[in-house]
């Protein structure tokens, strides 16, 4: 089994957990719900869906998916929603985060679990073949009476930032406290802690706008044992290039 066919059946697993008093789930009400949801979707200028997580499928998709992505809303309802079109990279990211936000979930109180959204950036394929970045936000919509999520929202629209060698952002959002948490920042603090002094050492002088001869020189080492640390440094911080591993560096004080 490979890691997305496992990561896929896990986050299965965390979604079959969910035991919702199925008593409580009002589909008659939702219905009401349906011209509230296009009004919003036209307002915010986003794509809207609703995923049902007791029938584990998506149960509305609004019109201006066509306007905005030039998807129709039934792909959008279809079972793979519009994941296969996310970028390879960004996809299995985005598993991975969404596993740590529904075991996230299962640890709150129905009355906590309102109050917490996660907005995610990430490439999406349209139809002309060309990528875009649109950010996602995801929250609770309705909770059944035991406050477990009935129904989860996900707002989708274009990212102002279309820079296409960025992959996936992501923060994890308390509405209620204004506190912000980043699953990614987690990954990194984890990589950073598995540099050697040396490669911690390199990306200081890095940070500090050394080139690569000078870093040479002022350690005693070759050029090309430089570019080698360097080279791993991108490769441990899941950067892309120096100046993505200088601001990841700098988040965390290292520069």
């Not at 199925?22 to 939702?30: G, N, S």
């Not at 066509?66 to 079972?79: D, G």
């Not at 950067?239 to 520069?255: D, M, P, Q, Y």
Request: glycine content about 4%.
């Amino acid at each position: 089994m490979n890691e997305l066919a496992r990561l896929h059946e896990e986050y299965g697993r965390l979604l079959s957990q969910e035991s919702l008093d199925t008593d409580d789930l009002d589909y008659e009400w939702f219905e009401t719900q349906k011209p509230f949801l296009e009004q919003l979707s036209k307002i915010d200028h986003s794509a809207i869906t609703v995923f049902d997580m007791h029938r584990k499928q998506h149960i509305f998709a609004s019109e201006n998916f066509t306007s905005l992505f030039k998807i129709e809303p039934e792909q959008a309802l279809s079972a793979n929603s519009i994941d296969h079109l996310i970028h390879p990279d960004d996809r299995l990211v985005l598993l991975k985060l969404g596993i740590k936000s529904l075991q996230f979930s299962h640890g709150l109180s129905g009355d906590e679990k309102i109050h917490y959204k996660v907005i995610n950036e990430f490439r999406l394929l349209l139809p002309d073949g060309d990528y875009v970045r649109v950010i996602e936000q995801h929250k609770a919509f309705k909770t059944d009476r035991r406050g477990r999520v009935w129904l989860a929202l996900s707002m989708v629209d274009l990212s102002p930032n279309q820079d296409p060698n960025l992959t996936v952002l992501s923060q994890l959002i308390n509405a209620r406290t204004g506190e912000a948490y980043s699953w990614l920042d987690e990954e990194a603090e984890g990589d950073r802690a598995s540099l050697t002094k040396r490669e911690s050492e390199v990306l200081s002088l890095v940070g500090k706008g050394l080139l690569s001869k000078e870093i040479s020189d002022l350690l005693n080492i070759s050029v090309h044992t430089v570019n080698t640390h360097r080279q791993r440094i991108l490769e441990k911080m899941n950067a892309n290039n120096t100046i993505e591993a200088i601001e990841t560096a700098k988040r965390f004080g290292l520069v």
